[in-house]
């Protein structure tokens, strides 16, 4: 079974940046993408970015220019860097990985709470 551990959220003013981390527990081999979700209190989950194992990348057009999805696969982690943030980024994020372990499977982090204050 693999686990995604996520870290790097925070609180930060308008402006500002933050780099989450999903770190998998195991070496994944076969990964169709993985990427990065959003939930705001109220409304529902948002793709924010993904990234296919060739490494395409797609963004959400609100964050398309600011954010940037990134992996180090030595170290089974992907990352999220996150700059120029507004109050509207406030959200908690979920990093997915759609991978092959046993069988295909989409795997989530815990979550990460990002908040921007104005």
């Known amino acids: 079974q693999v686990q995604l551990v996520e870290s790097g959220g925070g609180l930060v003013q308008a402006g500002g940046s933050l780099r989450l981390s999903c770190a998998a527990s195991?070496?994944?081999?076969?990964?169709?993408?993985m990427g990065w979700y959003r939930q705001a209190p109220g409304k529902q989950r948002e793709l924010v970015a993904t990234?296919?194992?060739?490494?395409?990348?797609n963004y959400a057009d609100s964050v398309k220019g600011r954010f940037t999805i990134s992996r180090d696969n030595a170290k089974n982690t992907v990352y999220l860097q996150m700059n120029s943030l507004k109050p509207e980024d406030t959200a908690v994020y979920y990093c997915?990985?759609?991978?092959?372990?046993?069988?295909?499977?989409?795997?989530w982090g815990q979550g990460t709470q990002v908040t921007v204050s104005s």
């Open positions: 997915y990985y759609k991978a092959f372990v046993a069988e295909w499977a989409t795997y």
């Open positions: 195991a070496t994944i081999f076969k990964i169709n993408t």
């Open positions: 990234m296919t194992s060739s490494g395409s990348t």
